[in-house]
DNA sequence: AGGCTTTCAGAAACCGCTTTCAGAAAGCGT
DNA sequence: ACGCTTTCTGAAAGCGGTTTCTGAAAGCCT
């Protein structure tokens, strides 16, 4: 069970003892803290390179009370979604000097009966929180104590200011809708929600339905259902309406996942997409471009989101002030399956 | 700078004071790793919830030498591909009670002089390593240390017992193409590679050449160019071929990102797929099964092979004898774009 | 030259936990 | 009742750094 690790690591006496120095030195050599001779400088640093010295993070971060980490909370991942979101906070973490340590939440929380919360303010200086899994409670658990917090995707808790990072899903999915209205004539466009209690997904429903009522077109019921985000279950719900025989000229899937879903369930059904039923998504995933139809869809800048998430954090954990919510704008991209750029290319 | 915790952090000390007992005892009752009375065990133990308590996770590193905390070393995150594989190695390390750190190599190792590897043992206790970014001389250096490491899709420098978990793409390729060769009467099957050195590529190629052989095709040298694993690559190489005139009745693309642009490229051209060019990909990546005409493509287990590293990883750092390969079996998925199933579905 | 500030370096006190070592108490066989 | 295990517990020594405190040496001014 024991790792008999060969070489013992060099540590920071052994640097000492061959520079002829005290740990002290060694120590603010390595972090610049205080001034040292440049003679002085020179020895520990040959000594450091001399030994392949790397200081040890544990350490360091129990003496130091920092971990240079953040965390980083996700539901299941899934979906081509979280690698550029994954991507924009990792870059932009490690341009500041941290780390990224990243739980999924399987929603098996508190098992056991030990608190044992995944990522608690021990490992990271600060937590990056997507899921929902996290509770309220528990969000203000965390706040309480002082420990940095930024939500992603999600609104805070009524009463904790805990800045938010989150997209223009109003905006996008309006603007969406008015394209197929307006441009392409659908005057009975269906919507697919996103799973239950996403706000991502209230929003865009939000934007749909004003969408609708600005033109003057009925909300009909009847052309809501279920997408999950998901891409087979978008297309369960696209086939019963179908053998249904529900009537729609377009539907807005809720993502491009879903999106895809859609197009599966129509073409697989004789529909052609865009000429009998126009589809669009949500996200501009990598995907969406490439795929035939080309998705018309609503760029999100997930990257960015991770981005400026991960900034806002680290600001944070530096005890700097920082804007309480990030609206991220969004950007209709029209391609093919709406209808338009019929042709190739 | 200094972040002010409002309620200062409960120590085990703390924990002692309030349930009477040493430190050492709470330590036992938190670990399991001495018999403690029954009746203490409960003394700690509402101590533990009274103050909320919960471990000094660098306390408990430095103390017992270890981090529980696995390394995912990654080039710059990008694409589809990376989700299911992070998805695999995090769901399989958390269920040993192991945390993921993820560092992509934006290849700006070591940076200003000083030897500061990202990830390196303090911060794990072993590292799963994707990217060939980290040279033969380091992964050397990590595995001389006796650091526990595994290697994803890539092989390891010659000498070095480094864990190698890969797919079978060889057998996967040399399938993929005897389909073409046995159902379909292909002669002329073109190959496109992947990125040079791309060690996936190589194998593929590999198998495409054995399939060749083993039904008595010449290698014609004309018919292999480069499809880079990309969308924009491939179509080029294909219209290339096209406007030269080249002859083949078959393009094994290298990968489906590759077939998709090998498809649009004939299609621009008014060849027909499959029925005069049959185009087969590689992944089976989520689009392929969407796209029209829908991809035959072999099917890799990405999440199975992250989960597996994980695993093989974990057993590494706990001592235990592993094996040196783990090679994935990949499954052949036969759809339209070589052939069969003309009508739908 | 003497007093005062700066600059640089070391000793030592932690940081919060694990683990060894040793001892007290309790159980057991005869 | 007496030695001998066995069971449970505490004191204390680290783990490898950071940081405070203190002091020596050097620089500066009058």
Redesign the interface.
């Given at each position: 069970?024991?790792?008999?690790?060969?070489?013992k690591?060099a540590t920071i006496s052994d640097v000492a003892r061959l520079a002829g120095v005290s740990i002290a030195t060694v120590s603010r050599v390595l972090n610049g803290t205080a001034p040292v001779a440049e003679e002085t400088m020179l020895q520990v640093n040959q000594a450091i390179?001399a030994l392949?010295f790397?200081?040890?993070?544990?350490?360091r971060?129990?003496a130091g009370r920092?971990?240079d980490?953040i965390g980083l909370l996700l539901p299941?991942?899934?979906?081509?979604?979280?690698?550029?979101l994954?991507?924009g906070i990792?870059?932009s973490a490690?341009e500041a000097g941290f780390?990224?340590?990243?739980?999924?939440t399987?929603d098996r929380f508190r098992e056991g009966g030990r608190?044992?919360?995944?990522?608690?303010?021990?490992?990271t200086?600060g937590l990056l929180v997507f899921t929902d899994r996290l509770s309220d409670a528990e969000l203000a658990r965390f706040h309480?104590?002082?420990?940095?917090l930024v939500l992603l995707y999600r609104s805070a808790p009524a009463g904790l200011d805990i800045p938010v990072v989150t997209l223009e899903n109003k905006a996008g999915a309006r603007g969406l809708v008015e394209h197929l209205i307006v441009t392409h004539g659908c005057r009975r466009i269906a919507f697919l929600a996103g799973p239950s209690g996403n706000e991502d997904s209230s929003w865009r429903e939000a934007g749909y339905r004003e969408a609708l009522r600005a033109h003057g077109l009925d909300d009909d019921p009847a052309l809501h259902g279920l997408g999950d985000f998901d891409?087979g279950r978008a297309r369960a719900t696209v086939q019963q309406w179908l053998s249904q025989g529900v009537l729609f000229d377009a539907i807005f899937a809720g993502d491009d996942d879903a999106a895809?879903g859609c197009?599966?369930a129509l073409?697989?059904a004789?529909r052609r997409v865009p000429e009998d039923v126009a589809v669009v998504g949500f996200d501009d995933?990598?995907?969406a471009g490439?795929?035939?139809p080309r998705l018309t869809t609503v760029r999100t800048p997930i990257e960015t989101a991770g981005r400026q998430a991960a900034r806002l954090l680290i600001s944070l954990?530096?005890?700097e002030a920082v804007e309480q919510l990030v609206l991220l704008p969004t950007e209709l991209v029209i391609r093919q399956s709406c209808g338009c750029n019929g042709s190739?290319h």
């Amino acid at each position: 069970m024991t790792v008999q690790r060969s070489p013992k690591r060099a540590t920071i006496s052994d640097v000492a003892r061959l520079a002829g120095v005290s740990i002290a030195t060694v120590s603010r050599v390595l972090n610049g803290t205080a001034p040292v001779a440049e003679e002085t400088m020179l020895q520990v640093n040959q000594a450091i390179a001399a030994l392949d010295f790397a200081p040890h993070a544990a350490a360091r971060t129990l003496a130091g009370r920092r971990t240079d980490t953040i965390g980083l909370l996700l539901p299941e991942i899934s979906g081509a979604f979280y690698s550029p979101l994954i991507h924009g906070i990792e870059s932009s973490a490690r341009e500041a000097g941290f780390d990224l340590l990243i739980h999924t939440t399987a929603d098996r929380f508190r098992e056991g009966g030990r608190i044992q919360l995944p990522l608690d303010e021990h490992n990271t200086d600060g937590l990056l929180v997507f899921t929902d899994r996290l509770s309220d409670a528990e969000l203000a658990r965390f706040h309480g104590r002082g420990f940095p917090l930024v939500l992603l995707y999600r609104s805070a808790p009524a009463g904790l200011d805990i800045p938010v990072v989150t997209l223009e899903n109003k905006a996008g999915a309006r603007g969406l809708v008015e394209h197929l209205i307006v441009t392409h004539g659908c005057r009975r466009i269906a919507f697919l929600a996103g799973p239950s209690g996403n706000e991502d997904s209230s929003w865009r429903e939000a934007g749909y339905r004003e969408a609708l009522r600005a033109h003057g077109l009925d909300d009909d019921p009847a052309l809501h259902g279920l997408g999950d985000f998901d891409n087979g279950r978008a297309r369960a719900t696209v086939q019963q309406w179908l053998s249904q025989g529900v009537l729609f000229d377009a539907i807005f899937a809720g993502d491009d996942d879903a999106a895809m879903g859609c197009i599966q369930a129509l073409t697989e059904a004789g529909r052609r997409v865009p000429e009998d039923v126009a589809v669009v998504g949500f996200d501009d995933v990598l995907l969406a471009g490439l795929m035939i139809p080309r998705l018309t869809t609503v760029r999100t800048p997930i990257e960015t989101a991770g981005r400026q998430a991960a900034r806002l954090l680290i600001s944070l954990i530096q005890g700097e002030a920082v804007e309480q919510l990030v609206l991220l704008p969004t950007e209709l991209v029209i391609r093919q399956s709406c209808g338009c750029n019929g042709s190739l290319h």
